[in-house]
């Protein structure tokens, strides 16, 4: 392998051959070994090249997890497409400008998220029918060989796939990352686990978020086999397939983590799981004690961000008892550093903008100059936090960017969520920030001003935000008040709102 061709689909390739017979994607749909999975990411390929579709072309995935978005995302990567990762908790409309946005010249979808599609620019579409697989569209193309193209030559530097992220206007970016990016990752996630071809995945975060994407990319890289629980958010179903298919590792969000300690999940005195990789500071201590102390488990926190591909920063579990408001030390591939809003550099100790840099870093937003001039100004990725970084290299993070509301490891930009109330006639002004949640981190809590006269439940408003706005970022919490606090120049105060008392009567 020279640097040239160092991609993700190198990687894969060289572990097909290396491990053919072995398994490496399991889900309700079916079982494949190595080879069987490189067979259908070839047929995909020159299927793609038949089509017309080539280098820098968009292909958009709207799937769930498992074996049909592997094979589409390595099948892009082979001949030098982009996959656009799309989020099937948006709304139709959301996914709309997305694919304007992108304007694929072709999609992948599971049968019942073609709703989702409604009238958008979705190129052709290639339908998963979950219900019918062997008969779907997209298993009569993977399953048979189709005539051979001449593979394009690629370089390293060639966008594998596109996410998008929420932006403080309201808009999605498209955060473009280099097949090479990916790889780098996906080794340095393999290097500091200390992972190999024995490891197996239970994949439960969605492949269209930056930690589930990570986690594949590191099991490609090590030889391990993926394990796809789907969309089945049922903790006890999920820890019953851990235990079915002997999986070694996970990431599972804190929601599905958090039953599993009451179900009693020992058995004859084992558990299979050996290690677990998840977020790190405040707040994680006590989640990771019965992972760390009651199962044996080697656990790893830390920190990233879609903008560099994934965890950043790496943390263990004694460590993070000992610092547990760190999120500890930087990957193998990253750097890191503290500016000023001039974009110096801060010595140790003191408070700053945590920003990166490295081989794993983005290379830009989708069609987007000034949020990429933004976003990587000053020769680093300036990720809008505020942290330190002791003498050691040990990172702190001191909060989150003054706006951004993570829930369920999903982002939240309380403009989306404004700009939604901006469009009924009922409210005169309104305006969220994120309040503390035991299950998902975060929620959104909205604060509502009616206009003289006009009346608006909180039934009505969570009606009407079904069919504008992702499920996550719907208020969990609406209180009515008489008037927001506003600075002079009419500046919403979000900071006073967050710390405003949440009461039970405000669910909404």
Same mark, same amino acid.
């Given at each position: 392998?020279?640097?040239?061709?160092?991609?993700?689909?190198?990687?894969f390739?060289?572990?097909?051959?290396?491990?053919?017979?072995?398994?490496?994607?399991?889900? /309700?749909?079916?079982?494949?070994?190595?080879?069987?999975?490189?067979?259908?990411?070839? #047929?995909?390929?020159?299927?793609?090249?038949?089509?017309?579709? /080539?280098?820098?072309?968009? =292909?958009?995935?709207?799937?769930?997890?498992?074996?049909?978005?592997?094979?589409?995302?390595?099948?892009?990567?082979?001949?030098?497409?982009?996959?656009?990762?799309? #989020?099937?908790?948006?709304?139709?409309?959301?996914?709309?400008?997305?694919?304007g946005?992108?304007?694929p010249?072709l999609?992948?979808? #599971?049968?019942?998220?073609?709703?989702?599609?409604?009238?958008?620019?979705?190129g052709?579409?290639?339908?998963?029918?979950?219900?019918?697989y062997?008969q779907?569209?997209?298993?009569?193309?993977?399953?048979?060989?189709?005539?051979?193209?001449?593979?394009?030559?690629?370089?390293?530097?060639?966008?594998?796939?596109?996410?998008?992220?929420s932006?403080?206007?309201?808009?999605?970016?498209?955060?473009?990352?280099?097949?090479?990016?990916?790889?780098?990752s996906?080794?340095?996630?393999?290097?500091?686990?200390?992972?190999?071809?024995?490891?197996?995945?239970?994949?439960?975060?969605?492949?269209?978020? =930056?930690? /589930?994407?990570?986690?594949?990319?590191?099991?490609i890289a090590?030889?391990?086999?993926?394990?796809?629980?789907?969309?089945?958010d049922?903790?006890?179903?999920?820890?019953?397939?851990l235990?079915?298919?002997?999986?070694?590792?996970?990431?599972?969000?804190?929601?599905?983590?958090?039953?599993?300690?009451?179900?009693?999940?020992?058995r004859?005195?084992?558990?299979?799981?050996?290690?677990?990789?998840?977020?790190?500071?405040?707040?994680?201590?006590?989640?990771?004690?019965?992972? /760390?102390?009651?199962?044996?488990?080697?656990?790893?926190?830390?920190?990233?961000?879609?903008?560099?591909?994934?965890?950043a920063?790496a943390?263990?579990?004694?460590?993070?008892?000992?610092?547990?408001?760190?999120?500890?030390?930087?990957?193998?591939?990253?750097?890191?550093?503290?500016?000023?809003?001039?974009?110096?550099?801060?010595?140790?100790?003191e408070?700053?903008?945590?920003c990166?840099?490295?081989?794993?870093?983005?290379?830009?937003?989708?069609?987007?100059?000034?949020?990429?001039?933004?976003?990587?100004?000053?020769?680093?990725?300036?990720?809008?936090?505020?942290?330190?970084?002791?003498?050691?290299?040990?990172?702190?993070?001191?909060?989150?960017?003054?706006?951004?509301i993570?829930?369920?490891?999903?982002?939240?930009?309380?403009?989306?969520?404004?700009? =939604?109330?901006?469009?009924?006639?009922?409210?005169?002004?309104?305006?969220?920030?994120?309040?503390?949640?035991?299950?998902?981190?975060?929620?959104?809590?909205?604060?509502?001003?009616?206009?003289?006269g006009?009346?608006?439940?909180?039934?009505?408003?969570?009606?009407?935000?079904?069919?504008?706005?992702?499920?996550y970022?719907?208020?969990?919490?609406?209180?009515?008040?008489?008037?927001?606090?506003?600075?002079?120049?009419?500046?919403?105060?979000?900071?006073?709102?967050s710390?405003?008392?949440?009461?039970?009567?405000?669910?909404?």
């Amino acid at each position: 392998m020279t640097p040239r061709d160092f991609s993700l689909d190198t990687l894969f390739r060289a572990n097909a051959l290396r491990l053919a017979n072995r398994e490496v994607t399991v889900d /309700g749909l079916q079982r494949l070994t190595w080879a069987e999975l490189d067979q259908r990411v070839e #047929n995909l390929a020159h299927w793609l090249l038949a089509k017309g579709i /080539g280098a820098g072309d968009r =292909v958009a995935l709207l799937l769930t997890d498992g074996t049909p978005f592997v094979t589409s995302l390595l099948a892009c990567g082979r001949i030098g497409a982009i996959a656009v990762l799309l #989020n099937w908790r948006l709304a139709p409309g959301e996914i709309g400008w997305i694919m304007g946005n992108a304007e694929p010249s072709l999609t992948f979808a #599971n049968a019942r998220f073609k709703h989702l599609l409604g009238e958008s620019e979705a190129g052709e579409v290639v339908l998963v029918d979950e219900q019918h697989y062997p008969q779907s569209a997209f298993e009569s193309i993977v399953a048979s060989d189709q005539p051979r193209q001449t593979l394009p030559q690629l370089t390293p530097d060639r966008p594998l796939y596109m996410m998008y992220t929420s932006g403080t206007t309201g808009r999605p970016k498209g955060c473009l990352q280099a097949s090479s990016a990916v790889a780098t990752s996906a080794l340095g996630m393999c290097t500091r686990r200390g992972w190999m071809h024995r490891e197996r995945l239970l994949s439960v975060n969605p492949l269209f978020h =930056v930690v /589930g994407m990570q986690q594949i990319a590191a099991m490609i890289a090590c030889g391990g086999a993926m394990v796809f629980a789907g969309r089945d958010d049922d903790a006890a179903a999920m820890l019953d397939l851990l235990h079915r298919e002997d999986c070694t590792t996970t990431s599972a969000f804190p929601q599905i983590l958090l039953p599993w300690r009451a179900m009693e999940p020992l058995r004859d005195g084992a558990i299979p799981l050996t290690n677990y990789t998840g977020g790190a500071g405040p707040g994680f201590v006590p989640l990771y004690e019965f992972l /760390g102390q009651e199962w044996d488990c080697e656990v790893v926190g830390g920190y990233g961000q879609t903008e560099i591909c994934g965890f950043a920063t790496a943390i263990d579990y004694p460590d993070m008892c000992n610092h547990p408001r760190s999120i500890g030390w930087a990957m193998p591939h990253v750097e890191f550093t503290m500016l000023d809003p001039d974009g110096n550099q801060l010595p140790p100790g003191e408070e700053g903008e945590i920003c990166m840099r490295g081989p794993t870093v983005m290379l830009g937003y989708w069609r987007n100059p000034d949020a990429t001039e933004a976003a990587l100004g000053h020769g680093w990725l300036r990720s809008g936090d505020l942290g330190t970084m002791d003498e050691h290299g040990l990172v702190y993070l001191l909060g989150r960017s003054k706006e951004l509301i993570k829930t369920g490891g999903e982002n939240v930009y309380p403009a989306e969520v404004d700009a =939604v109330f901006q469009g009924m006639n009922e409210v005169a002004d309104a305006g969220c920030c994120g309040v503390p949640d035991q299950q998902w981190g975060e929620a959104v809590k909205a604060f509502v001003v009616l206009k003289p006269g006009m009346e608006l439940t909180r039934e009505e408003i969570t009606t009407r935000f079904k069919s504008q706005i992702a499920g996550y970022k719907r208020p969990r919490y609406i209180e009515f008040v008489d008037q927001l606090p506003r600075d002079m120049l009419g500046k919403l105060q979000r900071l006073e709102l967050s710390q405003r008392p949440v009461t039970p009567d405000q669910a909404a």
